[in-house]
């Protein structure tokens, strides 16, 4: 295993990576350099990472952990070295994973239920908030892009390894589609690329629920035809007003507290869907609530490699830019201060560069 | 509306009906028959009503109402009477109706969801274990057969009215179909005619949860392919044996407890769908649960409405016979025994003719 928090001399087998010791305490050590532990495995050199909403959990003291822990599971990169069973990548490619490591051969994974593959393990186990990073299942979880990718397609192409698949699977589990309206509860970066998704996959109407000017502008760049400033009873109020009294047919929940569910679900028709994909803490759904709503529900940690291939594909024929998400690029060495900003909401993703 | 709980002489414009008048005590009233109130309106003599497993909440003191109660939602009948506005069926006619009554028009009708009709109302106000019925909305809600039915089918059509179409739904939602295998947690009449539906439907495997004979008899007369007799913790690790480890692709919750849908949720793969029609009492799920079960759920009081058209052309043709989960008839007279018969479960389905 990686050791971790033992500060040595940035020299031979070393490198920098993040790691947090308890919450809000991020910083940035020298670390052991991963290496192949398995056949399976594959190492990366990181070309970015960034810091996840799902990271701030920790940060906020709201999750309990065996500090100090290593950070990021976010990430693209060039890979270095590969273990001998590796087939699909090899030394050299630019490649694309998700958080969790899949052999993407099993039952579930054909189903397309990755992150749920029965050889599931993370894919970042070292942190990827580092300039290196061994990925266990090589085959099953990276995806190679055509070539090397210009610099501008970076921030995008670090999307899809989480928050652009995680929209895009929250849209896909609500079903929008062409003839629909989508609302979607959350404007931080997985909302914002919810809204993008769903218009991709031909959503007629989407309703983006923010109050915050800044990511309002980024809602519409990503499709959203309305802005619904109100929460809780006030906001299923107005969305039921846009959509002739009924809800919204696809709701997306993307924030993962009870009332962001709950407004999710009381968003939605009868006969509609809601996609989550917040992590849920806390979350309690009463039965009979559900029962009498007459939504469908379905979430969880997004299959991001199910999208994989072809979220690549949009972005390198350049017909989407969810990289926009990243308003803010530091260096890796900045690391605790891309969490505060993140955690204060002064910028919405913060992308690393090691 | 129908004044309850006045006996009256017998004659004239009266008749009987079974009235609740607090858990445990059931009574056959003579009662006021009811008579068109609305154009939209029919009034059906009562052919056969039955006794539903949701009766029984009230029965046992688990349900708090106004008492005394007029009861029963289930029936088929032949219409009386009809309003000025009702075009779809005529006096004559025989027909089956759900519990719900709809308009059939609205968007939620079209999308299939009846029972959220924007119109809803129940369509037994009066109680439909009596001899007469005013059921509103009737050319939304109220299907005709062919032609007048053999005695032979009466069972099977009122089966259809609810627990044939509640079990048909819950197979749909659970998204039972060729190569999949169900599960199906309750043994109740709901239960055994998901078995039936996930079999018309195309199951490869449908696997019956049960512990009593008779039931499992009845399961595997309808399709069941395995049983497995254990619950909670070892019914799921059943379920799992006999699905290499990864659960059903389906799962129907007929019951409505907190242990039947957790043993519903945790017995299904991931990326599964559970169809849940046991009318939930004090069940709560958990966020982080389902986050991570990698389940679709969906349920709610079933649309039979939907189904009807289907359900009594298979019923015509004589290609099902769901009506065999009536393994008791009784007169109308006799409510309170039925009652009795199907809390001490010595009765799957207690028939009532009036």
């Known amino acids: 295993m990686m050791r971790v928090g033992q500060p040595t001399n940035g020299k031979g087998n070393n490198m920098r990576g993040a790691v947090m010791y308890g919450p809000g305490d991020v910083r940035v050590d020298v670390r052991e350099r991963p290496t192949i532990l398995k056949p399976t495995d594959a190492v990366l050199r990181v070309t970015a990472s960034c810091v996840c909403g799902s990271d701030l959990w920790a940060y906020r003291g709201l999750e309990d952990h065996d500090w ?110 062409p003839g629909k309206t989508v609302a979607v509860v959350g404007d931080g970066a997985v909302g914002l690329l919810g809204i993008l998704a769903a218009k991709q996959l031909g ?9 915050h000017a ?36 696809s709701t997306i929940e993307a924030v993962g507290t009870q009332e962001s569910m709950m407004q999710a679900i009381r968003a939605t028709r009868p006969s509609g869907h809601v996609g989550f994909v917040g992590v849920t803490h806390d979350v309690s759904i009463s039965g009979l609530d559900l029962f009498f709503s007459g939504v469908h529900l379905h979430g969880g940690p997004a299959p991001v490699r199910r999208f994989l291939p072809d979220l690549i594909r949009l972005i390198w024929e350049r017909r989407i830019d969810p990289g926009k998400v990243f308003d803010v690029t530091m260096p890796l060495d900045q690391a605790a201060a891309a969490y505060r900003a993140m955690d204060q909401r002064t910028a919405i993703k913060v992308l690393l560069r090691p």
Chains 1, 2 share one sequence.
């Open 203 to 211: 959503a007629e109407r989407v309703i983006a629920m923010s109050r």
């Open 214 to 249: 800044d990511r309002q502008r980024l809602a519409r760049d990503f499709g959203a035809t309305d802005i619904v400033e109100e929460r809780g009873d006030d906001g299923v109020a107005r969305i039921r007003e846009l959509t002739n009294g009924l809800g919204a047919h």
């Open 68 to 177: 100090p822990v290593p950070m990021g599971h976010e990430y693209v990169g060039i890979v270095e070295e590969v273990g001998s069973e590796v087939r699909s990548v090899r030394p050299g490619d630019f490649v694309v994973g998700s958080f969790f490591a899949s052999d993407n051969t099993c039952e579930i994974c054909a189903a397309g239920y990755q992150t749920h593959c029965v050889q599931r393990e993370a894919a970042a186990p070292g942190g990827a908030q580092s300039e290196f990073l061994r990925v266990p299942l090589a085959d099953g979880t990276l995806v190679a892009t055509p070539g090397m990718p210009e610099d501008d397609l970076i921030p995008s192409l670090l999307a899809a390894s989480d928050v652009l698949g995680t929209g895009w699977f929250a849209a896909v589990a609500a079903e929008a589609g």
